[in-house]
């Protein structure tokens, strides 16, 4: 399954068994996307959302820091094929607008690995994982305003689900910068841990999550996100489409053997 999996410039994808690990490698940029890295993030999910034998995702940085946002100055720098007035409004539908529905809709559970600096698209990436494991001292930032532009990727939709309107308004207005700790403590992150020990913690993590009943587990994420936008009749017959699927898999089968047999369950993903 390997094969279907893209890197480049700016980005690690591997598999190891049922897990895809998708890796920001610019350390010495902060890992910051670009339109290659970034086009190649979606792919490589799109990819992922039909791969049978992927069982959970991992993303993360290399070296001290998870993201720095997107290379924005290399793509606003002087050059002879600067973008054209509407670049962004173009882009942006197949990039960021793409990328973050795409962590959301994912029927496979993504946990994300933070150190250092998760700033701008970074801090949203970190926002949209089902799970996000943060060194105390790393530094979510949406620095938008502060650069006189508004905030995109989502910020504006998932924040204020996440932390509240409040605090979405401190972060997104004020540019309140949050630590690990913080981000833990306010929703945006899972677990904050020492920053020597993410790596350990999230792979932890999704070793748990690769073991697990894969087809509920995608079912669960989606009823999870559906929740805001339904109402309570309309959200309990999607819970009961989701427990008709689930219930006619094999690991519906092995969890309920495993339970009549005293023992822990040996799920296949199926």
Same mark, same amino acid.
């Given at each position: ?39 190649? @993030?979606? %792919?490589? $999910?799109? +990819?992922?959302?039909?791969? *049978?034998?992927?069982? /959970?995702?991992?993303?993360?940085? &290399? #070296? ?109 207005? @004020?540019? %309140?910068? $949050?630590? +690990?700790?913080?981000?833990? *403590?306010?929703?945006? /992150?899972?677990?904050?841990?020492? &920053? #020597? ?50 219930s006619r898999s094999p690991d519906f089968r092995e969890g309920m053997r495993a339970f009549a047999e ?9």
């Open positions: 399954m390997g094969e279907r999996y893209t890197s480049v410039n700016g980005l690690r994808a591997e598999t190891s068994g049922p897990v895809l690990r998708l890796t920001l490698d610019r350390p010495d940029r902060r890992n910051v996307l670009d339109d290659t890295s970034m086009a190649a @993030l979606v %792919r490589n $999910l799109e +990819g992922a959302a039909t791969d *049978d034998g992927l069982r /959970a995702v991992l993303l993360s940085g &290399a #070296g001290e820091d998870f993201c720095g946002g997107f290379d924005i100055v290399g793509r606003n720098a002087p050059q002879e094929n600067r973008p054209r007035t509407g670049s962004i409004q173009r882009r942006l539908p197949v990039q960021a607008n793409r990328l973050i529905p795409l962590l959301l809709e994912l029927q496979l559970p993504v946990v994300c690995a933070v150190r250092g600096w998760a700033v701008g698209i970074g801090a949203q990436l970190a926002a949209a994982a089902d799970f996000t494991v943060t060194a105390r001292d790393a530094v979510f930032w949406y620095p938008f305003l502060r650069r006189g532009f508004t905030p995109d990727s989502g910020s504006t939709w998932l924040l204020p689900r996440l932390v509240g309107p409040s605090r979405a308004r401190e972060l997104l207005i @004020l540019g %309140r910068r $949050l630590s +690990g700790e913080e981000a833990a *403590d306010w929703g945006l /992150a899972d677990t904050a841990v020492d &920053a #020597g020990d993410v790596r350990k913690a999230a792979e932890d993590l999704v070793e748990t999550l690769a073991t697990g009943a894969t087809v509920a587990i995608g079912l669960t994420k989606s009823l999870l996100n559906a929740a805001p936008d339904n109402d309570l009749r309309r959200h309990l017959a999607e819970e009961a489409y989701a427990m008709e699927l689930s005293r023992r822990t369950p040996d799920f296949g993903g199926r």
